[in-house]
């Protein structure tokens, strides 16, 4: 029997679904919970800006999303991608998103896409829609929560590309390749929303070993992140703001991966309207 588990500011409720009352919590997910209700979460502060983590849960241990290589045939030009997922469901809201003040995808949980040379595209079918171009076409998939946070564990990513000339096209699954994304904030923040700017990154095919840590650059302020863990971000101001990442080894070298260009994005937030209604 399937249960879920939610906690708020360290107390904690158990549900299960389709159980009687009497049924008995394993005590492995108690101490689970108590265990995330007791953590103190990091908080880092430089420049104005305040940098508080968000602790990732619940984790979806168990989704896994993967692209449908059966039957599935590829040319230049308009192509139709198929994935699979097994314990995610696309397109609904995940239960605890009103809890923060997140910003929401109106169209609940989705796979995240990332290409080259192109903006993040949210997909709630069991497909989506892209151009094939002449050379390799590489597509990272994620899946996401309803309030833009990823879920991160190992199964819930695949990484792919398309090789593609006129004579025709193969793929590849299952690349061993790095990647390291920014995935938020992106787009336009409006605090009259009461919308909080999050920030989440994606490591695949690379961890932080002891030594390593992510820059993170907002502006000209950096934070050093040694845990692969969502934040909040406070403070920013109205106008634009460039954030970005970078994957920096113990021994200073500068790691970039396979999208290069998905390590950095200009925000904006609007600047506060006091007689909004």
Not at 123 to 143: M, S
Not at 245 to 264: C, D, R, V, W, Y
Request: with cysteine; aromatic share 12%.
């Amino acid at each position: 029997m399937k249960k879920v588990i939610i906690f708020f500011s360290g107390l904690f409720f158990l549900f299960s679904c389709g159980s009687s009352d009497e049924e008995n919590i394993p005590q492995e997910e108690i101490d689970k919970v108590i265990a995330i209700s007791n953590y103190s979460p990091i908080i880092l502060e430089r420049g104005g800006l305040k940098l508080i983590e968000f602790n990732d849960f619940p984790p979806f241990n168990d989704v896994e999303t993967k692209i449908a290589t059966q039957n599935q045939t590829f040319k230049m030009g308009s192509n139709k991608i198929e994935f699979k997922n097994k314990f995610f469901n696309l397109g609904e809201k995940t239960v605890e998103e009103k809890i923060h003040r997140a910003r929401l995808n109106e169209g609940g949980q989705y796979l995240g896409v990332l290409s080259l040379n192109k903006p993040l595209k949210k997909v709630i079918q069991g497909h989506f829609e892209t151009e094939v171009e002449k050379g390799n076409n590489l597509f990272f998939c994620y899946l996401s929560r309803s309030y833009d946070l990823s879920v991160k564990n190992k199964n819930a990513s695949f990484l792919f590309k398309i090789n593609a000339d006129p004579s025709g096209c193969f793929s590849e699954t299952e690349l061993s390749d790095t990647v390291i994304a920014l995935l938020q904030p992106r787009g336009i923040y409006s605090p009259n929303k009461d919308e909080d700017i999050l920030f989440d990154f994606f490591l695949k095919n690379i961890s932080l070993s002891d030594g390593d840590y992510i820059s993170l650059k907002i502006d000209e302020v950096e934070f050093k992140l040694t845990k692969w863990v969502p934040f909040w971000i406070q403070g920013l101001k109205s106008g634009n703001h460039k954030i970005a990442i970078e994957f920096k080894t113990k021994e200073n070298k500068s790691i970039k991966g396979i999208m290069p260009n998905q390590l950095s994005t200009i925000i904006s937030v609007k600047e506060v309207n006091l007689f909004s209604e």
